[in-house]
């Protein structure tokens, strides 16, 4: 079974920083990727960045580059978003999101999402 824990979020004022975790208990199995998605009030949830075990690649919104990192501790399958200069529109529940190599496919798994609001 497998099983994401996230952490970080909070209430914070226009340009200030936060820092997301995201812990993945995968049972042995292999986690090929992993990565953070957003959802605001009225909208559909979106990629915010992700990391990719072959290779290391990462990938992020185009919108967020410059402002949000992601690393990753692949001895500890966790996580990690970094936020500076946020802004309001930021404000969102941001879901972690693994790919497992589970028997047979690859199976998503998510997190129970942390808020992060942006707000003076």
């Known amino acids: 079974q497998v099983q994401l824990v996230e952490s970080g979020g909070g209430l914070v004022q226009p340009g200030g920083s936060l820092r997301l975790s995201c812990a993945a208990s995968a049972s042995g199995f292999m986690i090929n990727a992993m990565g953070w998605f957003r959802q605001a009030p009225g909208k559909e949830r979106e990629l915010v960045a992700t990391?990719?075990?072959?290779?290391?690649?990462?990938i992020y919104a185009d919108s967020l580059k410059g402002r949000f990192t992601i690393s990753r501790d692949n001895a500890k399958n966790t996580v990690y978003l970094q936020m500076n200069n946020l802004k309001p529109e930021d404000t969102a529940v941001y879901y972690c999101?693994?790919?497992?190599?589970?028997?047979?496919?690859?199976?998503?798994?998510w997190g129970q999402g942390t808020q992060v609001t942006v707000s003076s």
């Open positions: 999101n693994a790919n497992v190599v589970v028997p047979g496919m690859v199976r998503s798994y």
């Open positions: 990391t990719i075990t072959s290779g290391d690649n990462t």
